[in-house]
């Protein structure tokens, strides 16, 4: 299995800032997907993140709001911009488990409190 | 599209009670069904998955879920729950191929009482 680290593990934010979130995989990865969990709620994928090209966002999820990158196969970083109180939720990177199976490993999540 | 169902938000038991959580998801050709756990402040972990084969699968924990097709159901179930196994449990279900897009459940909180 994948050893994802996230970083920052928590923070707690001013509303207007923005913030980047960086996920380090331990082994290459052709895909990466970021999810959100709101407080009290299931995930949503945000975005699918491949290397070399640009981020897929799903629906309700824009690049303007959710920046991401990926310079490389280990590696990706989320940016929630312009934050109000309302992006505050756990954000968690993802990778594939297993192939054509959908299984997927989570990074511990990067907590954010927006004030 | 693909939805999962987990019909009960919270479900409270007793230390050594049996337990059972229930998931339903929308029909699809195939699927693969996952159960994640997440303990509190921490990340999601796989608990147990169901590919192809046999339809009972089993977690190392004790957990077991049992793919029933004719019901589209994947519940998941322990004959004696410990206080440790307090945490939030997701559904999750996926078409496979190369979207690997997982649709999760709203999630169960399990709470484990002495």
């Known amino acids: 299995s994948a050893v994802i680290s996230q970083k920052p593990s928590r923070d707690i934010c001013q509303r207007g800032t923005s913030l980047t979130i960086q996920c380090q995989v331990d082994?290459?990865?052709?895909?990466m997907f970021w999810y959100r969990q709101q407080p009290g709620q299931s995930l949503t994928l945000i975005a699918t993140a491949n290397q070399g090209s640009e981020a897929t966002y799903e629906s309700g999820f824009v690049i303007d709001k959710f920046p991401i990158s990926r310079p490389n196969l280990t590696f990706s970083t989320l940016t929630v911009s312009n934050m109000s109180p309302e992006d505050s939720s756990i954000y968690l990177c993802?990778?594939?488990?297993?192939?054509?199976?959908?299984?997927?490993?989570f990074g511990e999540g990067s907590r954010l409190t927006v004030l | 599209a693909q939805s999962v169902t987990q019909l009960d938000s919270q479900v409270p038991v007793f230390e050594e009670a049996p337990v059972e959580l229930r998931c339903n998801y929308s029909s699809s050709v195939s699927v693969y069904l996952f159960w994640y756990v997440q303990y509190p402040n921490q990340g999601l972990q796989l608990l147990l998955k169901?590919?192809?084969?046999?339809?009972l699968v089993e977690s190392i924990n004790g957990f077991e879920a049992e793919f029933n097709k004719s019901q589209t159901s994947f519940h998941l179930r322990k004959p004696s729950v410990h206080i440790s196994d307090t945490a939030e449990y997701f559904c999750a279900v996926s078409d496979g191929g190369s979207s690997y897009k997982l649709i999760f459940g709203s999630g169960t909180r399990l709470l484990v009482r002495p």
């Open positions: 082994s290459q990865v052709t895909m």
């Open positions: 169901y590919l192809s084969g046999s339809t």
């Open positions: 993802s990778v594939v488990g297993a192939p054509d199976t959908g299984e997927l490993f």
